[in-house]
Every structure is written in structure tokens, then in C-alpha cells.
Nanobody, 123 residues
Framework: QVQLVESGGGLVQAGGSLRLSCAAS????????MGWFRQAPGKEREFVAG????????SYVDSVKGRFTISRDNAKNTVDLQMNSLKPEDTAVYFC????????????????WGQGTQVTVSS
């Protein structure tokens, strides 16, 4: 069992930065691939970024490449999402997810999900 708690959301002006963090409970955190998703009002949940258990592989949706960076610290059971050059279209609730493989995470087939944290980017 893995419990995920996101933090770091907030209100920021366009062009600004935020760092989201996801804290995981459970001794098996290091065996899971991790990901970040987002869901804007009236839209479907969207994969944003993912990272393999060893950090050897990462994946990003095209719209955030070069602006967002995902990282993890298995010793601290955390996965972060550094978001730079934020745009109003990045406004959404951001969710952390844990899955067996990076591919399964990307497909939204994660076994565990956090409650989400709101990110609002003003123009």
C-alpha cells in the first residue's frame, strides 16, 4: 500500500515557477514508477511527466518539455515536479501517481493516486 500526498501548488503569474512535491508512505516506494497528471476544469485528466523507479527514464507531454522537470529521491520517498515558465494553460489540479512501470503510469494505469494540488497561473 502506498499513500501519496501532494504539496506546493498555488497561484503564480505567467512566466513564474512552482515546485510540486509528492510525499509517499510505504517501504516499497522505490520500486514504483511515478508520474504527475493534471486535470483542468471541463477537461480530461492528462499525463504530464513520469519517471522510472531508478530515475533512468523520464517522459513528458510535449506541451511541458523544456519547462518542467520531474525528479525523485528514493531515500526520502518523494517525487518533485519543477515547473518553470508557467503559462495560463498550465492551470489545473495536479495529481501524483504510482505505478508498476513508467509505461503503465503514462497510460493512467497507476495503482495509487494522490488527492491533488491546485496550480493557478494568472495572465
Amino acid at each position: 500500500q502506498v499513500q501519496l500526498v501532494e504539496s506546493g501548488g498555488g497561484l503564480v503569474q505567467a512566466g513564474g515557477s512552482l515546485r510540486l512535491s509528492c510525499a509517499a508512505s510505504g517501504r516499497t516506494f522505490s520500486t514504483y514508477a511515478m508520474g504527475w497528471f493534471r486535470q483542468a476544469p471541463g477537461k480530461e485528466r492528462e499525463f504530464v511527466a513520469g519517471i522510472s523507479w531508478s530515475s533512468s527514464s523520464t517522459s513528458y507531454v510535449d506541451s511541458v518539455k523544456g519547462r518542467f522537470t520531474i525528479s525523485r529521491d528514493n531515500a526520502k520517498n518523494t517525487v518533485d515536479l519543477q515547473m518553470n515558465s508557467l503559462k495560463p494553460e498550465d492551470t489545473a489540479v495536479y495529481f501524483c501517481a504510482a505505478g508498476i512501470t513508467l509505461e503503465s503510469v503514462k497510460r493512467g494505469l497507476s495503482a495509487y493516486w494522490g488527492q491533488g494540488t491546485q496550480v493557478t497561473v494568472s495572465s
